[in-house]
């Protein structure tokens, strides 16, 4: 399609101006799928080229991604939670921390602080997590706004676990299996635990406490700690893996299939609260001026960020998926660049497919 070459040009462009190493947008439009590519794997110790079927880092993508999955698959098939209960109604805890309603931990309005590093205390497992959770004090009354807490998504890992008695990373994978992914289509936790070949992924970071290149291991430091898993970081995916989720999610979002329960998935895309631009897992996109779509997407739009440089956006009522995978902390996390970057490519996207 050469009206895409101006994406290509664009990323080319990121890359040549040291916005990120390189990229892989992954585009879904009225049936058609785009798959461009641009730039390198890796500046060290050497240069790679970087190949659309590459795995990447996706970083905080995971919170929806897998968790969010997840808890749209165990919602529809059973009762077992209900997002309007207090957290007490399901965990021994007490306190403020107990009364508060399942969804706020989904929507980042539960009153957390943003974040700990939970990573010092070796080892680590998600029951010191939680024990630490339970001793904070709330930096906030609960739904008078939102704050972007990653101590949301351990709290609903462990609540899973509790709940369902297995893993968090096997009801992941029962989830997926039901969706049937294509053998190209990649998303798993801990790749190098499973036989994936350590040149077929795309490194982060250079791991300040080891001096070593990340390259297999979450970028994150409290996931990498828990061994890899978690509902808030560590999972990995290409392109083809990113894209599928979302088609099935489409898909049963528009009643096109039943492979989950389409009621819990509109729940999960359409979720309003006032005080928060999250729906539950899913971000929405800034009505404050700056976002990451560029402004060009719906009102009905939902998508992520992921701290490596990953994102995606699904614009529900055009049917419209845009991915966007690099590794932009590779080397070094300081670079920011991406931030200006995503909205301009976000414009570029809906411009190449007419859509203005």
């Avoid at 994978?173 to 992924?201: A, H, Q």
């Avoid at 800034?286 to 009102?299: C, I, L, M, N, Y």
């Avoid at 699904?314 to 660049?337: F, K, Q, T």
Wanted: glycine fraction near 8%; charged fraction near 20%; proline fraction near 6%.
């Amino acid at each position: 399609m050469k009206r895409l070459r101006i994406l290509f040009d664009l990323l080319k462009d990121g890359v040549d101006k040291g916005v990120f190493p390189g990229a892989v947008a992954g585009i879904f439009n009225q049936g058609s799928t785009y798959i461009i590519s641009a730039g390198y794997a890796s500046y060290t110790p050497f240069l790679e080229p970087l190949e659309e079927d590459m795995i990447f880092d996706l970083a905080s993508l995971t919170k929806p991604l897998a968790l969010g999955l997840t808890l749209i698959n165990l919602m529809g098939e059973s009762s077992l939670i209900d997002l309007y209960k207090p957290l007490k109604d399901y965990l021994p805890v007490e306190g403020p921390l107990g009364e508060i309603p399942l969804f706020r931990f989904l929507n980042h309005t539960s009153g957390l602080k943003a974040w700990c590093p939970f990573y010092k205390e070796r080892p680590l497992t998600l029951q010191k997590i939680i024990y630490t959770i339970l001793n904070l004090p709330l930096e906030y009354k609960p739904g008078e706004k939102y704050l972007y807490s990653d101590l949301n998504f351990f709290v609903v890992t462990y609540l899973l676990e509790h709940i369902y008695g297995e893993p968090f990373e096997v009801l992941f994978n029962k989830t997926k299996e039901k969706l049937s992914l294509k053998k190209r289509e990649v998303l798993l936790f801990n790749p190098l635990r499973k036989g994936i070949d350590p040149e077929r992924i795309v490194p982060t970071s250079v791991d300040w406490e080891s001096g070593k290149l990340l390259r297999g291991l979450a970028e994150d430091e409290n996931t990498r700690a828990l061994s890899g898993v978690s509902g808030t970081a560590g999972l990995f995916g290409n392109v083809y893996g990113v894209l599928a989720v979302l088609k099935v999610l489409l898909d049963v979002y528009c009643g096109l299939s039943n492979i989950l329960n389409r009621e819990i998935c509109r729940i999960f895309f359409e979720f309003e609260d006032p005080s928060s631009c999250f729906t539950l897992t899913f971000m929405k996109p800034s009505k404050e001026g700056h976002s990451a779509t560029g402004g060009v997407f719906s009102s009905k739009t939902v998508g992520h960020l992921g701290y490596t440089g990953c994102s995606f956006f699904m614009d529900l009522e055009r049917g419209l998926i845009v991915v966007l995978l690099s590794n932009r902390v590779h080397p070094y996390r300081c670079n920011e660049a991406i931030k200006e970057f995503r909205p301009q490519f976000h414009r570029c996207v809906v411009e190449a497919l007419g859509k203005v």
